[in-house]
Nanobody, 128 residues
Framework: QVQLVESGGGLVQAGGSLRLSCAASGRTVSKHAMAWFRQAPGKERDFVAAVSYNGGSTAYTDSVKGRFTISRDNAKNTVYLQMNTMKPEDTAVYYC?????????????????????WGQGTQVTVSS
C-alpha cells in the first residue's frame, strides 16, 4: 500500500516562495502521473499541477502558470511543487495525488477522480 506524505507548507508573505514535497513510500511511483491539488475553505478541491511519469510533460491550472513548477525525482520517489510569487489566493490545503491505476500515460489527468491515492495535505497560508 502506497503512502503519500506532503511537507513544506507554512506561512509566507505575498510575493514569497515555498517548496512542497510529496514523498511516496511502500511502492515506487516512477511509472505513474502525479499531481498537486488544493482546497481552500468552503471550496472544492481544485487541480494545480501534474507531471508525467518521467517528468517530461507538465500541466498547470491557468492561475499558477509562470509562478509554480512541478517536478519529480524518481530516484527519491518524490514529487515537488515550487511556488514563487505567491498570492493570498494561493492559500489552501495542498494535496499530493497519484494516478497509480495507469502506467506510462502520455496524457496528464487533471480531475480528482483520475487519482486514487492522496496524501493528508499540508496547509499553505499567504499573508497580504
Amino acid at each position: 500500500q502506497v503512502q503519500l506524505v506532503e511537507s513544506g507548507g507554512g506561512l509566507v508573505q505575498a510575493g514569497g516562495s515555498l517548496r512542497l514535497s510529496c514523498a511516496a513510500s511502500g511502492r515506487t511511483v516512477s511509472k505513474h502521473a502525479m499531481a498537486w491539488f488544493r482546497q481552500a475553505p468552503g471550496k472544492e478541491r481544485d487541480f494545480v499541477a501534474a507531471v508525467s511519469y518521467n517528468g517530461g510533460s507538465t500541466a498547470y491550472t491557468d492561475s499558477v502558470k509562470g509562478r509554480f513548477t512541478i517536478s519529480r525525482d524518481n530516484a527519491k520517489n518524490t514529487v515537488y511543487l515550487q511556488m514563487n510569487t505567491m498570492k493570498p489566493e494561493d492559500t489552501a490545503v495542498y494535496y499530493c495525488a497519484g494516478d497509480l491505476s495507469h502506467i506510462f500515460r502520455s496524457d496528464l489527468p487533471i480531475a480528482t477522480t483520475d487519482y486514487g491515492y492522496w496524501g493528508q495535505g499540508t496547509q499553505v497560508t499567504v499573508s497580504s
